[in-house]
């Protein structure tokens, strides 16, 4: 008597499929607030631009004000043999201005995705209506200062001498302002509470 054994039938192998690709999103339209590097960097060629298009506008006109009182001053020829160091610190500034446009719009960004503390700009976050003391009188002593030219005919040509002046009373400033900082930070550590040992 024989025993005949079945063979078993192999099983059709189970298909194996690659898993179906991401849903493709685009960045910039889920979240119109981002800001592209790039584009940051491509505006910044003209100094001041790829800071107003990330947000930052004091900083904005701070470059722009820069460039220009640089080359008024080179156009003017008030330097005598001082032009090669002003050239190559003009140069240097708008070679800045697009590095610190580009890493702003990505700092932004980063923001944005959670990987640091979601911050506004900081020209954005500022109380509205907030001026500024020290801009205020300087636009006003400018102003006076061009209209008794430009009404009475009060000569200017003492400007090309002491316009050094200028960067005496701006480094002055920021002297201060570094004092009034340093007063005031003991001050706020004093305020902390302190831990108390167990």
């Keep these: 008597m024989t025993t005949e054994y079945e063979i078993p039938q192999p099983t059709p ?24 590097v790039m584009w940051a ?35 003017t020829n008030m330097l005598h043999r001082v032009e090669p160091p002003a050239v190559m610190f003009l140069a240097f500034f708008i070679l800045f201005n697009l590095v610190d446009a580009g890493r702003r719009a990505s700092l932004y960004n980063q923001a944005l995705d959670g990987l640091r503390p979601m911050d506004l700009p900081e020209d954005m976050a500022l109380t509205p209506g907030r001026g500024s003391l020290v801009g205020g009188v300087a636009l006003v002593a400018l102003g006076l200062l061009f209209f008794t030219n430009t009404m009475f005919g009060v000569s200017l040509e003492w400007l090309g001498r002491w316009w050094p002046i200028a960067f005496v009373a701006g480094g002055a400033w920021l002297i201060y302002l570094d004092r ?15 831990s108390v040992p167990e």
């Excluded at 889920?30 to 592209?36: G, I, T």
């Excluded at 009034?180 to 302190?194: S, V």
């Design 41 to 75: 960097v491509v505006l910044a060629l003209m100094p001041g631009l790829g800071h107003v298009y990330v947000g930052y506008y004091r900083e904005a006109f701070r470059n722009i004000a820069v460039v220009c009182v640089i080359m008024t001053v080179l156009s």
């Design 180 to 194: 009034q900082g340093k007063q005031a930070t003991p001050a706020k550590d004093a305020d902390a509470p302190k």
């Design 13 to 36: 192998p189970v298909p194996v499929y690659p898993p179906a690709p991401p849903e493709r999103r685009d960045r910039y339209v889920d979240d119109p607030r981002r800001k592209s």
